[in-house]
Nanobody, 122 residues
């Protein structure tokens, strides 16, 4: 069984930065792509960023590509560095993993975390 656990969420002011981490445990295959989605109240789930297992290939959603970076700290961990945060970035951020980076767009994703809340005050 695989578990993805997010950490690092919290309350920040607009313009500040926050770093989220996600750790995979259990029978996780280290060659899986890992990444993030977010969901704000009343809105659809939105793709944020993904990275392949080598850390060499990354992909970002249009709304964050110039402000967020993603890194693969090791085979079982992924981090999301969020800079210049805006109130519209506030959401529950969910970690996910899939066979390939393309599965973050086309599906299916195999594993999901429960999420960590990011609140951005204006």
């Amino acid at each position: 069984q695989v578990k993805l656990e997010e950490s690092g969420g919290g309350l920040v002011q607009a313009g500040q930065s926050l770093r989220l981490s996600c750790a995979a445990s259990g029978t996780f295959v280290g060659t899986y792509a890992m990444g993030w989605f977010r969901q704000a109240p009343g809105k659809e789930r939105e793709f944020v960023a993904a990275v392949d297992w080598t850390g060499g290939s990354t992909y970002f959603g249009d709304s964050v590509k110039d402000r967020f970076t993603i890194s693969r700290d090791n085979a079982n961990m992924v981090a999301l560095q969020m800079n210049s945060l805006k109130p519209e970035d506030a959401a529950v951020y969910l970690c996910a993993a899939g066979r390939y980076i393309a599965t973050f767009i086309d599906g299916p994703l195999d594993y999901w975390g429960k999420g960590t809340l990011v609140t951005v005050s204006s």
